[in-house]
């Protein structure tokens, strides 16, 4: 079955440290991989996404991830959290006609 | 370029009512797609239609039903309104039916009591 898992349902940092967001997934095709960002009461917004090549790919806001197939995984990072980086953080796996969700990681930051 | 728009922002409905809310796609986006998203949850697909047909559907009640127009706008109509139908109803557009990024709206909230 396809699915997402997040494993960190919240995460606490303070501003300027580095961040890692887990994710990984179950899916029997090469993924399309995003990482979607929600700020409260909000829609989503995209911070990037995978479709193939590079296995590195940069977002906006500063953040980038990595798909590590070997590990079914697609962590988001960032080396430098900003206060206004607080929200609700998605991964999300594209199957042919629609988009899987992980429960999402609430970041807190500090400062 | 207008993004994903949605109408009415908030939303409060008794139960055994329904309810229609209404989705712009993005300029060029001929596919939309709808999801729940309940209190500390991630959003589920309900629908997605392309070129004014439902081609793909999530494990949502026929009561959840919609419509896309030929300006690819969209509806989301709930029939017979349950307390558990209260949740954050997101409207994403995309350029074809099995590509390309998904767009999301601001969403629309629901409360029924």
């Known amino acids: 079955a396809q699915s997402v898992t997040q494993p960190d349902i919240h995460i606490t940092v303070s501003e300027g440290a580095s961040l890692e967001l887990r994710c990984n997934y179950s899916y029997g095709a090469t993924p399309y991989l995003f990482w979607y960002v929600q700020s409260p009461g909000q829609g989503l917004q995209l911070l990037l996404k995978?479709?193939?090549?590079?296995?590195l790919v940069q977002g906006i806001k500063g953040f980038e991830a990595e798909f590590k197939r070997s590990q079914s995984s697609f962590n988001l990072r960032k080396p430098s959290v900003h206060w206004s980086d607080a929200a609700e953080y998605f991964c999300?796996?594209?199957?042919?006609?629609?988009?899987?969700f992980g429960t999402g990681t609430r970041l807190q930051v500090f400062p | 370029e207008t993004g994903v728009t949605q109408s009415p922002t908030h939303l409060i409905k008794t139960r055994g009512q329904q309810v229609t809310l209404r989705c712009s796609s993005q300029?060029?986006?001929?596919?939309v797609s709808w999801y729940q998203q309940a209190l500390g949850q991630g959003p589920q697909f309900i629908f997605q239609?392309?070129?004014?047909?439902?081609?793909g559907r999530g494990n949502f009640p026929p009561r959840f039903s919609g419509l896309q127009f030929p300006n690819y706008s969209s509806e989301l109509n709930v029939n017979a309104l349950e307390l558990d139908d209260s949740a954050l109803y997101l409207c994403?557009?995309?350029?074809?039916?099995?590509?390309?990024?998904?767009?999301f709206g601001p969403g629309t909230r629901l409360l029924v009591l």
């Open positions: 994403a557009s995309r350029p074809g039916a099995a590509e390309g990024t998904q767009y």
């Open positions: 995978y479709f193939s090549g590079d296995t």
């Open positions: 300029s060029g986006h001929n596919t």
């Open positions: 999300a796996v594209g199957a042919a006609d629609k988009l899987i």
């Open positions: 239609y392309y070129r004014e047909e439902e081609n």
